[in-house]
């Protein structure tokens, strides 16, 4: 059907679906405007600040702590810092900024990279970045319905905001996030930079940070070996940003959230196959991507506009190995369609299984098989499933292999049963959960994919806004030691309510539902977990390099070191022996010459 006869309908669909979204059509998207972050609910307000001398301070600090906003740091200042570096990478240090009393329009800058050997580097390759606080909670017991009284609250650092400067309140801490990000194309050797600090155009404070670039080249994150799969939610952007759902706006503003995704090494694709696969369980419900429709002589129509934009859009960033549709098995087993002849949208429960599943499913599955051919699209595209039982995948695979065999599948299997699913490509097994090793070995032989994935029922590793911040990391190296291909997390950008200042929900421990902000506003948690990708890729490099010289030595102290982080349970010392294995790569990274040099 032509898809401007269809158009009438997406608008129909999107009405009775995106009530959020409603009265949004005519206005246009502009920058949020500065906030204020809620109030400090805990006793760090209480903190004595009596022996902090007047002016503003600043020291280099941890980046694997997030410091309390109303907490005085009581700390001796470090002015020097020093962060290793391939070229192509971008690493991370942090400072924090504190005083006694309120230091309005304080700005940071840093000067060029400079070398004694070698030419200076821009500049512009380090950002600086304030970081704010969010309102968070407590893992508590995970999963299940939250009532904010009843959780502990507290203001985490996370969000990297992109403003030019920020007024520094009276009796408070704030952080301030650097990034460097290393040309690809600079000679080895070590810079230096200073960071200054000024209020009101003065400079207050300097700090010194020296990057030791190294003479490895990191890939285009495109290349990186790491599988990552970030549930998208194109919804909550509409909401957010206060445009129509799929209208050239909606898009526009989607770029800086899915570019962000990209530059991290985003393989996968999420696209919808019918209303929302996970029953609302989100914000924002998830807007129909492609759009069924039974004519008055009970014909079948699908409309794939959105759909086919979507991809496209997604594959203009950088994402284009997978694209996967959810759900062939919704969690509510619900589906909808245009009656034409009831001039309505109709409801119908389709158990796996029934009569009415199988003729829903197999019509539409052969075409959307049709239609990906003619895209050139079908060879990466998977038929997802989300942690759904035995007997519902049985019946999915099943009907996969009757009507449309030609179809990948993917699986994120929370009852283990990966094993049941051999032509499962793409399969995420819940972190804890039982796995053969030899699975994972004979899957990757085939070119197939294998994942771990955390959500609200796993305490550690994960990315909630109260996490500590290296567990983000700490899930690349997990993937690493295990065997993992990568990992997958839903969600990238569901976001709540109120995401720039509260990141708690109604269902889950805070920040559970988003890793990035609105308006392209990074992360603590991104920025941890692209370091932690980063390095993953570098080992599995370092790794070849080691073997191609039969370098046994250094190659044993090496896995030995990522043995230690092969578990997705939290003990003592995780953090200090996932810095022990990052200081061994940047020891080797030193020694080792690149192939072929």
Known sequence: MPKTTLYSTITLVCILLC??????????????????EMADPTKDTLSDWSNVEEGLHA????????????????????????VYAWKGEQVSAQFILWTSAAAPHVTVSADDLKSTTSKSIPGDVVQTRFVRYVMTDEFASGCGYRKPADFKASLSADMLDNLKSYDLEAKKVRPVWVTVKVPNDVTGGNYHTTLSIHQNGIVKEQLQLTVI???????????WSYHLDQWQHPSAVARVNKVKMWSDAHFETLKPTMMQLAAAGQKVITATLNKDPWNVQTYDPYA?????????????SYDYSVFDRWVTFMMGLGISKEINCYSLLPWNNEVHYFDEGKNQLVNVTAKPGTAIFEALWSSFLKDFSKHLRVRGWLKITNIAMDER??????????????????????????????????????????????????DLI???????????????????PNQFTFSDPAESTYMAWYALAAGFDGALRWAFNSWVLDPLRDSRFRTWPAGDTYIVYPQGRSSIRYERMLEGIQDYTKVNMLIKMLEESNDQLNLT???AKIAKLNTAKRYADWNKDLNDAKNFVNELSQEIRPSGK
């Not at 600090?61 to 020097?80: C, E, F, G, H």
């Not at 003479?215 to 994150?221: C, E, G, Q, S, W």
Request: aromatic residues 10%; proline residues 7%.
């Open 557 to 559: 102290k090496l896995n």
């Open 442 to 460: 004979a899957r990757r032989k085939k070119g197939y994919v294998t994942t771990f994935y955390v959500c609200c029922s796993d305490e550690f």
């Open 19 to 36: 009530s959020n979204h409603q009265g949004l059509a005519q206005q246009r998207f502009t920058p949020a405007p500065p906030f204020t």
């Open 59 to 82: 020291s280099f600090v941890s980046i694997d702590k997030r410091y309390p906003k109303s907490l005085n740091p009581n700390l001796t200042a470090q002015r020097a810092a020093t």
């Open 213 to 223: 670039v190294q003479n490895h080249v990191l890939p285009p994150a495109s290349q």
């Open 288 to 300: 129909d991507m492609i759009i069924w429709k039974k004519g008055k002589d009970g014909s079948w």
């Open 389 to 438: 039982s035995r007997e519902e995948m049985d019946a999915a695979v099943a009907l996969l292999e009757k009507v449309t065999p030609e179809f990948n599948i993917a699986f994120a299997d929370n009852h283990k049963s990966y094993q049941r699913y051999p032509k499962s490509i793409d399969i995420s097994v819940a972190a804890g959960d039982p796995f053969d090793q030899q």
